[in-house]
């Protein structure tokens, strides 16, 4: 019996080894997930000439700057209950040059890298404080996070091909 719970347990260890899993397959998912769509919006967000920072396909929609920062501003609340600290503050607006909202989105995904960084999948039932004051589970949060930068990356890059531009992701790979 013994040797056969060895053998299990190794076949076990094997397998979960061959398929790269982690302790952690929740939050290094969402990982994944960021860091590409934070690679896409850093780099749609240079690729928006300042020029069409104020671009906006119809009047009810959003300019790409106030995007841009909408995204900063997200990203700084949604880490913050992540990382059980306070949300660093936004600086800047739809009106802020395109230098300081590149500036601004690049810090608030340092931030949440960091947020990341510190998290488990553990810690997914722990109790937040969520948009309107509702109480929810940490994952709640997590998902807001992946979903929102999937949404908004696909909003930039709309407005990149409105403009004639190639979105990042649409682009060769090097």
């Known amino acids: 019996m013994k040797t056969t719970i060895a ?12 398929f790269g899993q982690t302790g952690n397959p929740v939050v290094t998912s969402a990982r994944e997930i960021f860091d590409s769509q934070s690679k896409y919006m850093m780099a749609a967000a240079a690729e928006m000439p300042e020029a069409k920072y104020g671009f906006r396909p119809t009047p009810e929609q959003w300019t790409f700057g106030k995007t841009v920062a909408h995204v900063v501003g997200g990203n700084n609340h949604v880490c ?27 810090e608030s995904f340092d931030f949440c890298g960091k947020a990341l960084d510190g998290l488990k999948d553990a ?12 109480k929810k589970p940490k994952a709640r949060a997590l998902t807001e996070l992946v979903a929102d930068l999937s949404d908004h990356y696909s909003q930039m890059a709309s407005y990149l091909r409105l403009n004639g ?10």
């Open 165 to 174: 531009l190639l979105p990042p992701s649409a682009k060769p790979k090097k």
């Open 123 to 134: 810690q997914m039932g722990d109790p937040i404080t969520f948009f309107g004051g509702t």
């Open 80 to 106: 913050a209950m992540l990382a059980d600290v306070a949300s660093p503050k936004v600086t800047v607006t739809e009106a802020s040059t395109k230098d300081e909202l590149g500036a601004a989105l690049k």
């Open 7 to 18: 053998l299990l347990s190794l076949g076990f260890a094997a397998t979960t080894a061959a």
